[in-house]
């Protein structure tokens, strides 16, 4: 079990290497680029979190198959 | 007595409702082929008083929202809300609405169908879809937004087939994770590992609530 701040430092890594050539369209939040990601998750905003927690869910997923 | 059409709204006022505008194109072509009847709402026409005007008088049996949303507000043209909670979810009773709208239905969506909507299905966060940084001018020629669309556009070309809203559900699930693992083939496109993450957060999203068995056909 990795601890809050484990879980966004390992979110801030995988962050940086999204691609630069997109952007993420986030419901009304708009579009966000890999720079404004990484901010939302330092700043542990409600996007943030949510980032933090999809990241999570995700890797968790992934680990048991999809 | 309800009708076998459905009502769309399209704005188009922001980058991200232009491509849901764009996709959507694809659903009305559909629509057309199989002889179904729809009304498109599309810009400035995707407001309060003339989509609460044709839900009254026309009761259309599915209704499909494109928009902006929050917890208990879907949307249109501009932000105009649309469907506010506690004021108007009446208006959906008997119909089965599909919310293509951030979060429109941890309280909008239950009360919708406590008044008597037959089904509700929305993304309990906000909907997301990748974009080329490079298209923003061209939305049709966006590779990257593509599986997002297949992703959102299957609900309704399932309930279009007479499929029940649990099916539709289903089928735009399996299609998203038949999605990321199309997607996971291969990192030869570095975009790839980013749209498979997206995915995965839309799919988690997506829910249903009503009528298992609702159908619009």
Known sequence: ?66 | MQTKRFLITRPNHDDAVSYLFQWSIEILKFAKNKGINYSDFKGSKANRKEVTKFLIKQDPGFVIFNGHGSRNIINGHKDEPIIICDENEHLLKSKITYAIACDAAAELGQKAVDKGANAFIRYEGPFCFVRDAAKECTPSRDKFVVPFKKFSNEVIISLLKGKTIKEAYERSQKIGLDLIKEYSASDAIPEYKDIRFWLFWDKNFQKFIGEEIASFL
């Open chain 1, 1 to 66: 079990m990795i601890s809050k701040e484990e879980e966004k430092k390992l979110v801030l890594a995988r962050l940086e290497t999204m691609s630069d050539n997109i952007k993420v369209s986030i419901g009304s939040e708009g579009e966000l680029s890999k720079e404004d990601l990484i901010e939302h998750v330092k700043k542990g905003d409600k996007l943030g979190k949510l980032v933090i927690g999809m990241q999570i869910k995700y890797l968790r997923s992934l680990k048991s198959g999809l």
